[in-house]
Each structure stands twice: as structure tokens, then as C-alpha cells.
């Protein structure tokens, strides 16, 4: 089944302390990116990523990193997590072609940041 | 910057009932998708429409784009209680390296 998985599900942690969160696909998408969605101001791409070491910044990234060292997983890094990036976040993958192609998303991740 | 705004925010109908929503975007779009939300879930992809597509159907879904008025609608047709959820617009503008903006959704609500 072509899926985005991601983990953890749920997370509380605490002000300062690193975390990371996975995402995988399994359907070769060279393009990947990740959201987070806040009430009121809908989603936002932190980063994205179009190929194995091509990583870049999206609407947001400021407090996030990513890497891209193999196709298929592109885990977002809080090197030092604060309340405001208490939110939901999703991971989505896509074929990278210039024709329109949906993009299949993640079951997202909670994070709180107490 | 958000580029979709949806309309209505909210929406409450009748089962059986058809529930349209509105997308409006401000620059030029390779294309138009539209997501739906369970509570707190995933986003599920439903309709994709390209820039040069007017009108597209799936299932009891049909999507209208006019590029010339930077807008889209979503009809479901028939409603279920089961079409309960948030519906979000997204666009794919050109030169954007595939990034989708979304709008913040329409909270459709089918009554039993």
C-alpha cells in the first residue's frame, strides 16, 4: 500500500530538548516536504526536499532542520524545541514532474512543547 | 502568505443535501487540489484540476476552476454523514518547486 508514515504519533516534551521526527515513504517520490498546521493560519511548509541532498527552505523553517540522505526518508529535526512550535505537522511525498500530481501526506505527528 | 481562502468557514446540511464550497487564490497556479481533513487526521487528496481544466468529476464530486476569476468550487453532491470533515483548497503556483499553499478550510457538517 503507497503510504507516508510518520513517528511518533504524539509527542510532549519539554523546552530545549532535541527530538526528531520520521517520515518515510514507499512510493520512490523524489519531492518531500513538511507542513504544520496551527489553528486559524491553516498549513505551512517548513522544508522541502526535491531529491536525495537537496533540501530547502519553505515558508517557515526558522527552529527546524532536515536532511535528505536516502529517498525515502526525510526526518525534521528541533534542535532546541520552544512552546511556539507546539503544533501539528505533516510529512507529504510527490512525484517530482512538472504535470500536476497530488501529494500524499502523512497521519501527521502532535507535538507539544511545554 | 496564505494564497486560498476558502468560503464559508462553516458549513451545517441535511444528509442528501449538496454542499458547495469556494476557493478564491491571487497568482497564477499550475494547479488546484482540494484535501479533506478528518478531525485532527491526515489530509486525503480528493480532486486535482490543472490550470488548463475547467470543469472535473470524481465519484460525487465536481470541481469547477476559472482561471480568469482566480477561483474554484467544490460540490459533493448527495451528502453522508461520513463527508463530515474540513476541506482545504490547495494551489501549486508556478515556479514554486511543487510547494502547495493551502487556504484554512471549510468545516462542512452533515447531519444525520
Known sequence: EAQVTQNPRYLITVTGKKLTVTCSQNMNHEYMSWYRQDPGLGLRQIYYSMNVEVTDKGDVPEGYKVSRKEKRNFPLILESPSPNQTSLYFCASRENSAEGYEQYFGPGTRLTVT | ?112
Open chain 2, 1 to 112: 502568505s496564505q494564497q486560498g481562502e476558502e468560503d464559508p468557514q462553516a458549513l451545517s446540511i441535511q444528509e442528501g443535501e449538496n454542499a458547495t464550497m469556494n476557493c478564491s487564490y491571487k497568482t497564477s497556479i499550475n494547479n488546484l487540489q482540494w484535501y479533506r481533513q478528518n478531525s485532527g487526521r491526515g489530509l486525503v487528496h480528493l480532486i486535482l484540476i490543472r490550470s488548463n481544466e475547467r470543469e472535473k468529476h470524481s465519484g460525487r464530486l465536481r470541481v469547477t476552476l476559472d482561471t480568469s476569476k482566480k477561483s474554484s468550487s467544490l460540490l459533493i453532491t448527495a451528502s453522508r454523514a461520513a463527508d463530515t470533515a474540513s476541506y482545504f483548497c490547495a494551489t501549486e503556483r508556478r515556479g514554486s518547486n511543487y510547494k502547495l499553499t493551502f487556504g484554512k478550510g471549510t468545516l462542512l457538517t452533515v447531519n444525520p
